[in-house]
């Protein structure tokens, strides 16, 4: 039998290594969970980058943007320095930059906007109307999180896809009421778009090596991270060996909470690979 994993526990992990340790003014240090693969996850970089980002601002403001280049990989069980520079410190914006280094090695740069919040128009586009998450079955998963998979919708006439994929996600189990950790854990999320960005290989795994280049995500609404919440991505074009898509994050109410872009390098590798593993359990 296999061992149990205790999800919840690596949950905390998580939850802990995205609150990176202050060691010196504007400076942080940022440590992985024990039970992390071999090459350090995106979203986990825009986390912490977001955490450290956000422990230079004052609590009136809230994370509004980031905007940044991952410029190489990050190891696993080896600890990385965030430097945050201060670039501005407006009335009602403030703006940092910070950048991520290992073994002296700079490995991203990120761009991260906070604002006052302030009353306006409220408009979004409207969610598609989908089963809700306790119509369908959670995948099954070692991590930390909950997901159950829409899937795509139908390829048009002429192949192309409206979305590329679509899920619902949640963490396993509760967290505490701070903003601040759903805000990183929701910018956690932002990168989790499965093979949506390669249109031609949904279902595939091990067909291509794909390592994202840069990452946009905005935050338009409080969401917590979790409840069940919505993804809707969309691949909008792959041409030479690279891949951009875009998604929006919707509240389990229809709220539009968060949206992202992002461009991704995509290269083939021999052989025929497998399928992917949200596929295994359908």
Do not use: K
């Not at 986390?47 to 509004?64: P, S």
């Not at 128009?121 to 995948?139: F, K, N, R």
């Not at 995500?217 to 409840?227: M, Y």
């Amino acid at each position: 039998m296999p061992e149990e994993v205790d999800r919840t526990g690596q949950l905390r992990e998580l939850v802990d290594a995205i609150h990176v340790e202050s060691s010196a003014t504007d400076v942080f240090r940022a440590s992985t969970p024990e039970w992390w693969g071999e090459r350090i996850f995106g979203g986990m970089i825009v986390a912490q980058t977001l955490n450290a980002a956000l422990q230079t601002v004052d609590d009136t403001l809230v994370a509004h943007s980031m905007h940044g280049y991952f410029l190489g990989p990050v190891a696993p069980r080896v600890d990385s320095e965030l430097i945050v520079e201060r670039l501005r410190d407006g009335r009602s914006f403030s703006l940092r930059q910070a950048t991520m280094y290992q073994q002296g090695r700079m490995t991203s740069r990120f761009f991260c906007s906070f604002h006052v919040p302030e009353d306006g128009d409220e408009y979004q586009l409207t969610v598609q109307d989908v089963p809700g998450p306790e119509t369908l079955e959670i995948a099954a998963s070692s991590g930390p999180f909950d997901a159950c998979d829409v899937g795509p919708t139908p390829p048009g006439p002429d192949g192309t896809y409206r979305s590329t994929a679509r899920l619902w996600n949640r963490t396993c189990a509760p967290l505490d009421d701070d903003p601040l950790v759903h805000a990183c854990m929701m910018a956690f999320f932002s990168d989790m778009t499965r093979t949506s960005f390669r249109p031609l290989s949904l279902d595939m795994w091990g067909t291509h090596t794909d390592v994202s280049l840069d990452h946009a995500v905005w935050f338009h609404r409080p969401a917590r991270a979790d409840e069940w919440f919505f993804s809707d991505f969309q691949a909008l074009v792959n041409a030479g060996g690279r891949g951009v898509v875009r998604g929006t994050m919707h509240t389990r109410s229809g709220i539009l909470c968060m949206s992202m872009a992002q461009e991704l390098l995509i290269r083939r590798l021999p052989g025929q690979g497998s399928g992917a593993p949200w596929t295994l359990n359908t």
